[in-house]
């Protein structure tokens, strides 16, 4: 049995030696990169944290002292040592999951897994334990130095330095990178600390002293080493900023050594005041094709060969994401008004070859969405046209900024929402089903949803043409559709993609549920209903032709991928009423609920958003009701099309 196979907890740890230790750390990364390498991941950075994990459970008793991860991808390891071992489904429905989860143990504190929260949670546990008597309990945050450019953190800073009298130790894992190299002012502080030449220069030439005396002195040196950082920061100024902040600061201590991380937590826990332990370690360690990797070092990845790092199978298409990069550099090219930002996530936004072929008009300001709205903001204001492109679900955290600072001053800022709708595996605090429900009550904005790639350049370059009102573009996660083509498109930019001359219900898709809309017509023209399928692309504000189009038919059906709630059929039914318009509608969208981790074809299921159930519903309702029959418009004959196979089970 592996010695990995023998920890069912974290107090297994503590019989183990500092050989066993380290031959268990050897275990785990050989562990990860077969595991995470099946099912896809955050490989990089879970392989960057091992030594540091197993120096936590050994000095801190979790779940008595809670630990809280800043973010959660780099709880892997910890899942591992807290008894966690199947990861045949990681990140499939059944399985673990790929951030913290509480249902899966009380080990788990903080699953929202949204940067730079860690310390305000810290914060929060640990006054509550000073105020409740628990004084035995110790509170511990995993902050990436990438959270560290948030502003939430500096914010928990200012307060926990307010009232010293808690056990709470703040662990920054220090690796240059978040999802790529960390920048700002805060990054060249720690890089500073790393590469000092005066710290650098006495740790080599004490480490060499150590080493000509052989194993018995290579040992001494790891035994001391946590207390020889605490001489060598005299010669440096490491301590100046947190000094400042009147939180005691112990390291830079390396992160990949078992020993020196023990004796620098523990001179942590039993400070009893806050305690910052700054931690260097090395991204995807281990793991050749990581460390090579200069993009991002293996941060998530999706099916892998585990001995060359090469992804398996192949996209059958292009990306949302690389669809967006292209055309932006093109538009970019042709108006010199058009810079980018981005909040830490260049390349998973695609901004990347923006950035590589105007590298003065893109700019990184670090897991900050808030900051880079209203920036954004201020560079309108200056005569330039920002897009801000980040995740959607990491738009919620900027709300306030859209509304006040861009939409009340109206400015031309585009926002590019990728990952919108439905993720899949990573589960309730990654999933962009939120933003069309929270931005569209915001005064002048305009958002649009296209449904494959055409529609995608086509609403980007409308959306820059724009310089009084914020504009959306959201899109999914995965392959784009490379076209749907429309029959026709009405004076106001509404796609009709399927039109019947009977007119029974009419289909409003949101987005990427146009090729479910085409589906569910074809079926319902299987039993006798007839349909339109339109796609508004601009779906904020709803289209005058949309109404019109809803005033013909005996029902409307919106089709979307978020938040049922507030969402798009929601202002489509007000908008109806508003102009007079009786037609029924049926709102079909997700749950106001977290949803868990699963495929995205297993969300839609269980919503009802497949055709074939959408199809069923719309059948009972129209075969079932008194709803006055269908009026085709006088003396149109429309055309009928159905680019997708009928299946006669609806």
Excluded: C
């Excluded at 990995?4 to 066993?20: A, K, N, T, V």
Aim: net charge negative.
């Amino acid at each position: 049995m592996s010695l990995l196979q023998r920890i069912s907890g974290p107090r297994d740890l503590d019989q183990l030696s500092l050989d066993e230790l380290e031959q268990l750390a050897a275990e785990i990364r050989e562990f990860l990169i077969t595991e995470v390498a099946k099912s896809g991941g955050h490989l990089g950075p879970n392989l960057g944290v091992v030594e540091t994990t197993i120096a936590l459970h050994r000095v801190f008793n979790s779940p008595n002292d809670p630990i809280v991860f800043d973010t959660g991808h780099q709880s892997y390891v910890h899942k591992l040592l807290t008894g966690r071992q199947d990861f045949s489904r990681l990140r499939l429905r059944g399985g673990l999951a790929g951030y913290p989860q509480r249902s899966e143990s009380p080990h788990d504190i903080v699953e929202s897994s949204h940067a730079s929260s860690s310390l305000s949670w810290a914060d929060g546990i640990s006054r509550a334990f000073a105020q409740t008597g628990q004084d035995d309990r110790y509170v511990v945050a995993v902050v990436g130095d990438g959270a560290l450019t948030g502003g939430m953190t500096w914010e928990a800073l200012n307060n926990i330095s307010d009232d010293n009298a808690r056990n709470l130790v703040i662990v920054v894992n220090d690796n240059g990178r978040s999802y790529a190299p960390t920048i700002g002012g805060m990054a060249r502080f720690l890089n500073g600390v790393r590469t000092q030449r005066t710290y650098r220069d006495l740790q080599r030439s004490s480490e060499k002293a150590f080493n000509r005396m052989g194993k018995a002195g290579r040992s001494l040196y790891r035994g001391v080493r946590g207390g020889m950082h605490g001489f060598l920061s005299r010669f440096t100024d490491n301590e100046s900023l947190y000094s400042n902040l009147d939180i005691k600061y112990v390291g830079p201590v390396d992160g990949h050594d078992i020993r020196a991380m023990e004796e620098a937590l523990k001179q942590a826990k039993h400070y009893g005041q806050p305690v910052i332990v700054h931690v260097i370690t090395e991204k995807g360690r281990g793991y050749e094709p990581a460390r090579l990797d200069e993009a991002d070092q293996f941060h998530a990845v999706g099916k892998i060969d585990p001995s060359s790092g090469l992804p398996i199978g192949s996209s059958q298409g292009q990306s949302w994401t690389s669809v967006f990069s292209d055309e932006i550099v093109s538009i970019a090219e042709q108006n010199k008004r058009v810079i980018g930002i981005t909040a830490a996530m260049l390349r998973p936004t695609g901004l990347h070859a923006f950035a590589e072929r105007f590298p003065d008009r893109v700019y990184d300001v670090g897991i900050a969405e808030q900051h880079a709205v209203t920036s954004a903001a201020g560079l309108a204001y200056g005569g330039l046209h920002p897009v801000v492109a980040m995740y959607a679900t990491f738009m919620n955290r900027a709300f306030d900024q859209v509304l006040m600072d861009v939409a009340l001053h109206k400015a031309g800022v585009t926002f590019v929402l990728d990952r919108a709708g439905v993720t899949g595996p990573d589960g309730p605090s990654h999933h962009g089903v939120w933003d069309l429900a929270i931005l569209q009550v915001v005064p002048g904005i305009r958002i649009a949803s296209p449904r494959d790639a055409v529609r995608l350049r086509e609403v980007l370059g409308e959306a820059v043409a724009v310089d009084n009102a914020p504009t959306v573009i959201r899109f999914p996660k995965g392959t784009a559709q490379a076209e749907l083509p429309a029959i026709r498109r009405t004076s106001d930019g509404v796609d009709v993609l399927h039109e019947d001359a009977k007119r029974d219900v009419l289909l409003v898709s949101v987005g990427s549920m146009a090729a479910v809309a085409l589906d569910v017509a074809a079926r319902l023209a299987d039993q006798g209903i007839g349909s339109t399928a339109i796609d508004p692309r601009w779906v904020v504000p709803v289209a005058d032709s949309v109404i019109e189009l809803a005033a013909q038919h005996r029902l409307v059906i919106s089709i979307e991928d978020g938040v049922r709630v507030g969402g798009i059929g929601t202002r489509i039914r007000q908008d109806l009423r508003r102009a007079g318009v009786d037609t029924a509608v049926t709102e079909l969208g997700l749950p106001d609920e977290f949803l868990d981790h699963a495929t995205r074809e297993e969300i839609l299921e269980d919503a009802g958003l497949t055709a074939q159930q959408i199809a069923r519903d719309v059948v009972a309702q129209v075969l079932g009701s008194k709803i006055p029959v269908a009026r085709p418009l006088p003396g149109e004959v429309p055309t009928t099309t159905a680019t997708i196979g009928i299946h006669k089970e609806a």
